[in-house]
């Protein structure tokens, strides 16, 4: 085994390692009710943030274009979730809710790859600032659209109207223009979002382990020396983007079936930079850094509350500090000598790795 | 030796006392939610400080009650809202005053609802905060009902009949009444000449009012905030055009928009069910007490909230609430003794059925020499 592989066996092992130990402590806590309220009921967005900071990782970190509209992707994930987890109860009376939220999943996820496709022929071709530009005015229109449609059910039909409210008087709605998407039977468990997340690891980690992944990432780090080796830059930057998209797709279902109800401003331009600091804050190219820091971020506010009004100041101060602490060299310096004796441990003989030629 | 009997005695003595009083008197632990972050911190901070006033008049006035206000912020955001609540309720919340806004209030109440947690909003007028829920009661009147008692109030004083209406059609509550607005109208003899739309991001309605005026409309009917509210009536004000406008509790705050010449608002009417002027005597102790403690003017959303501290009081003495009560035992007694009381506060005298909504008479006022005028 190359001492890379080595390398990238002990990274992906930590990953899951990390993300199943957490899993099973919290599944214990709630079993013996020693958890409180707050955290069980951010346990759900914490799955759907840490979908949604991994697959836009790959999107900035790995194919190196600024996407700043993944929030847009969430929201066709989270409306098409609620759409069709209401049309298989209406048309099919289906009272089995994992079964119902896997369906609803699924479909969030192909809708959004699909308009990850649609967007992304046109974007792709374009390069740097033009693409976070385009990304953002996509995140805006899909925010707009779906502030102007309307879905409702009918005997089991799906009845859809578009601007304005033409419905029949027997509908039951589903989607309500500004109102949003309403009356959601909450069905999203912890469980099921702890195996989405799995499943995004594993797609994400193989896919950057790929002989495609290194296209991806030769297209990054050089586009013309990518190009002239032969590597569709296009085709691999669309793999990329419509892996994010689609994965984005179905964090935003898992995030919508969590609630009774969604708004199409919880899907704002900020919404995406959200999730970019999610993606900055853990490391370009660093998936589990994606996971900790989405973690982190959704759950320092709540515990922030003691702090009241300034808590929001507090949050901001807190999100300064750290970015200028694992950026400082000589705090990543004190951080690398703590971490040591771990990463002897794994690394075993190889001391002489610790510390210089820190490959990423 | 002496000493210390006596002071045991004394101890004693105390002890005794505070468990005779412990038997009578009864804590209260009420969660306010709403945003006091954010964009709509405007509403959540009033609706925070005018709970705060009722909670600081009871507990002086010593009585059987005690209130203990929790205040949790949901940065009016439906994600956030569910941690607000399950944040009040680690706190020992037993009861729930709020949200202050519509859509979160729609997301924690449904939460509830599953949960078995009490909920009186003293702002949120949605429909969808109380429909298919027992546990949710409002303190406002709903969108509806403000849009239907507006085209009720313009076709009984005959204010006129053609109609022009501009409405935020990004926004719940100004789709919610003009909805209702443009159905009652149209059964009243109402006649819409002109309908505009805008959203959040207008900052210009020379087209709006323009259609309106072209249209020859002798009202403008505005269910709206009151900043694109102030911004329409300047717009209409370089127009020379001079119709009725006609707002609804959104537009309450107008004339404390910065840099908004309130000459411009003469002559607008709206419905309210509180006005900071009033003659009032509960109005005018409640705004003075408020003046003093938060240095501003209250408006109509502190006015909700402090109605609804007495209300959830008023509620708890009929069912009997205790300190220790768990949120879920006391939700089904408050329910049922919600049906039962009429409490009469700032903002009217108020009942409730099992729908949740309020039932109070709506009021209009109209703005003359800048200040507000309650019509009959």
Known sequence: MTKAKRKRLIYNLITFGLVIAAFLILQNMIATKSISRSLKGQLVPICSWIVMAVSLNLVIGFSGELSLGHAGFMSIGAYTGAIVSGWLLAAFDMQDTTLRLVLAIVAGGILAGIFGVLIGIPVLRLRGDYLAIVTLAFGEIIRNLVNVLYVGTADGKLQFSFLNKNLPENVTMLVDGAKGAVKIKPISTFTVGFVLIIITL????????????????????????????????TRYKMMAFVTAAVLAGMAGALYGLNSSTVVPTQFTFNQSINVLVFVVLGGLGNVLGSIISATFLTVLPEVLREFADYRMLVYAVVLILVMIFTNNPTTRAIANRLFAPIKNLFHGKHKESVGGGDAK | MKKLIAMVLALMLALSVCSAFAEEAVTLKIAHI?????????????????????????????????????????????EKVINAYNAALDAGAQMILGSTTSKPCEAAGAQGYADRVFFLTPSASSTAVIEDKDNVFQVCFTDPNQGSASAQYIADHKLGTKVAVIYNNADVYSTGIRDTFVKKGAELGLEIVSEETFTDETTDFTVQVGKAQEAGAEIVFLPMYYTPASLILKTAADKNYKPIFFGVDGMDGILSVEGFDTSLAEGVMLLTPFVATSEDEKVKSFVAKYQEKFNETPIQFAADAYDGIYILVAAAEKAGITSDMAPEEACDLLIDAMKEIEVTGLTGTMTWDESGAVTKTPMAATIVNGVYVFED
Request: aromatic letters at 2%; proline letters at 1%; charged letters at 20%.
């Open chain 1, 202 to 233: 594993i797609v994400v980690l193989n896919l950057v382990n790929s002989r495609a992944g290194r296209a991806i990432q030769a297209t990054r780090d050089n586009r013309i020396a990518a190009e002239s080796m032969g590597v569709s830059v």
């Open chain 2, 34 to 78: 709403g945003p006091t972050t954010g964009a709509a911190a405007l509403y959540g901070l009033a609706t925070q400080h005018g709970a705060e006033i009722a909670v600081d008049e009871i507990n002086a006035a010593g009585g059987k009650f005690t209130i203990e206000l929790i205040n949790e912020d949901d940065e009016h955001n439906v």
